[in-house]
T-cell receptor
Framework: QQQVKQSPQSLIVQKGGIPIINCAYE??????FPWYQQFPGKGPALLIA?????SEKKEGRFTISFNKSAKQFSLHIMDSQPGDSATYFC?????????FGTGTSLTVIP | KAGVTQTPRYLIKTRGQQVTLSCSPI?????VSWYQQTPGQGLQFLFE???????NKGNFPGRFSGRQFSNSRSEMNVSTLELGDSALYLC?????????????FGNGTRLTVT
């Protein structure tokens, strides 16, 4: 059973667009929600993370929005660039183990 | 500081064989976790080691095993390989365990079982 459900599976946007990737969870014990970015041939790299006491966090062009009551969180990429083309994974942790979504393949067209 | 190093990068094995994958964590990191990555399934947790002790184990058959050495380096072993074991195996290290220690991933070992 997938503890963290991620959508969409793939996403294509034009340069400058704002792709949005969504994740949902059920386990209310999760209290740490990171996003990872993975380029082909590389391992995932931590992009940005949020805790449930905050509704939004921004780091550069990347923003996480968190809705605790709906048990959903999403990643927004402002002014997307072709270099942002990668696979993005959301994750959730209880402190004991990380659970990952199935990934979203993002393509940013020049 | 050197990142997480996984060897080998690629492996081709035959069904029924066994394989050992190696992971050297970032210097000073004491926790090592292993994940299996397949298309459509994302990253599935295999196990986590901290100070040579297995702290946590995912829902994989006993054919998958691991260990951690006193220098924090870790190995993962898969016995009696099946076609479905073909995947990218990722190792991640962290300073400690828990949510306050972000995972740092290596570039993985691509295992193909024929």
């Amino acid at each position: 059973q997938q503890q963290v459900k991620q959508s969409p599976q793939s996403l294509i946007v034009q340069k400058g667009g704002i792709p949005i990737i969504n994740c949902a969870y059920e386990n209310t014990a999760f209290d740490y929600f990171p996003w990872y970015q993975q380029f082909p041939g590389k391992g995932p790299a931590l992009l940005i993370a949020i805790r449930p006491d905050v509704s939004e966090k921004k780091e550069g062009r990347f923003t996480i929005s968190f809705n605790k009551s709906a048990k959903q969180f999403s990643l927004h990429i402002m002014d997307s660039q072709p270099g942002d083309s990668a696979t993005y994974f959301c994750a959730a942790s209880t402190g004991n183990q990380f659970y990952f979504g199935t990934g979203t393949s993002l393509t940013v067209i020049p | 500081k050197a990142g997480v190093t996984q060897t080998p990068r690629y492996l081709i094995k035959t069904r029924g064989q066994q394989v050992t994958l190696s992971c050297s964590p970032i210097s000073g990191h004491r926790s090592v976790s292993w994940y299996q990555q397949t298309p459509g399934q994302g990253l599935q947790f295999l196990f986590e080691y901290f100070s040579e002790t297995q702290r946590n184990k995912g829902n994989f058959p006993g054919r998958f095993s691991g260990r951690q050495f006193s220098n924090s380096r870790s190995e993962m072993n898969v016995s009696t390989l099946e076609l479905g074991d073909s995947a990218l195996y990722l190792c991640a290290s962290s300073l400690s365990t828990g949510r306050n220690s972000p995972l740092h991933f290596g570039n993985g070992t691509r295992l193909t079982v024929t």
